[in-house]
């Protein structure tokens, strides 16, 4: 069945870092691929998304480009800020009968350091 | 708009005990979820609806009822709780298949002793 692996964490930075965090997925059809983030004590919030292939999603600086051939949606940000330090969730849509189901990847903790 | 609310935000309960779990949306979605968090699990989904009148399973249904007699309110009753139960509780809603984007509550923790 469709589901989504991504990098274990947790990932620690230092303010100004590159940020990297893997996520590949295995679906059958062409399914809408998203990152949610979780800051502490909160529900998730949408980050950015990408419906087809090619795509990139962007939003505060984050970017993931939806890659069929690799079945990869890696999230990228340039300079990391203490702010950013959140669980970051990799998830694909799941058309099932009369609405999409998200399928999530375990999440990856975000530690930024000053 | 409140977005999506849910109450309590913490609850203990004895194993055996009986709690409903609310979750109100003020964002006119038809379709709403409910998931549960454990650490390192991800997110499961346990139940959704469609629609006032309509649900249907998800993931890991079992051990937990829904209703939605109103297009606001999806609540979630656990009737027997077991301390597997032990977890955090999501709800979240979105417009339509279309825009597929999900919004989610703040959550209820429960611990199960």
């Not at chain 1, 939806?66 to 058309?95: I, M, P, W």
Request: charged share 15%.
């Amino acid at each position: 069945g469709n589901s989504v692996t991504q990098m274990e964490g947790p990932v620690t930075l230092s303010e100004e870092a590159f940020l990297t965090i893997n996520c590949t997925y295995t679906a059958t059809g062409y399914p809408s691929l998203f990152w949610y983030v979780q800051y502490p004590g909160e529900g998730l919030q949408l980050l950015l998304k990408a419906t087809k292939a090619d795509d990139k999603g962007s939003n505060k600086g984050f970017e993931a480009t939806y890659r069929k051939e690799t079945t990869s949606f890696h999230l990228e940000k340039g300079s990391v800020q203490v702010s950013d330090s959140a669980v970051y969730f990799c998830a694909l849509s799941n058309y099932g009968g009369a609405t999409n189901k998200l399928i999530f990847g375990t999440g990856t903790l975000l530690a930024v350091q000053p | 708009n409140a977005g999506v609310t849910q109450t309590p935000k913490f609850r203990i309960l004895k194993i055996g005990q009986s709690m409903t779990l609310q979750c109100t949306q003020d964002m006119n979605h038809n379709y709403m979820y409910w998931y549960r968090q454990d650490p390192g699990m991800g997110l499961k989904l346990i139940y959704y609806s469609v629609g006032a009148g309509i649900t249907d399973k998800g993931e890991v249904p079992n051990g937990y009822n829904v209703s939605r007699s109103t297009t606001e309110d999806f609540p979630l009753r656990l009737e027997l709780a077991a301390p597997s139960q032990t977890s955090v509780y999501f709800c979240a809603s979105s417009y339509s298949t279309s825009d597929e984007t999900q919004y989610f509550g703040p959550g209820t923790r429960l611990l199960v002793l």
